[in-house]
Nanobody, 118 residues
Framework: QVRLVESGGGSVQPGGSLRLSCAASGSIFSINTMDWYRQAPGKKREWVAGIASGGRSNYADSVKGRFTISRDNAKNTMYLQMNSLKPEDTAVYYC????????????WGQGTQVTVSS
């Protein structure tokens, strides 16, 4: 059984920083792409950033220049460094990964709350 567990969420003032982590565990052969999504109250879940196994990354325009995605393949862990946070970044952040357990499957974490407020 594969699990994705996010951590690092919390409350921060505008302009502050947080670092999210997403750790994958279980009978994993390999992890392909890993992504962060977020969902604000009353809104649809949106893609935030993604990173390939080789390290190539992409970002939504709304976070480009403020957020940095990274991963440690040896630890099966992905990170999201969030700087210059804005109130509109408030959301539940979810990690998503394409993981091979013999066959390739898509997995979601349970989410971690990020609140940006003065």
């Amino acid at each position: 059984q594969v699990r994705l567990v996010e951590s690092g969420g919390g409350s921060v003032q505008p302009g502050g920083s947080l670092r999210l982590s997403c750790a994958a565990s279980g009978s994993i052969f390999s992890i392909n792409t890993m992504d962060w999504y977020r969902q604000a109250p009353g809104k649809k879940r949106e893609w935030v950033a993604g990173i390939a196994s080789g390290g190539r990354s992409n970002y939504a325009d709304s976070v480009k220049g403020r957020f940095t995605i990274s991963r440690d393949n040896a630890k099966n862990t992905m990170y999201l460094q969030m700087n210059s946070l804005k109130p509109e970044d408030t959301a539940v952040y979810y990690c998503n990964a394409l993981i091979s357990i013999g066959t390739m499957r898509n997995y979601w974490g349970q989410g971690t709350q990020v609140t940006v407020s003065s």
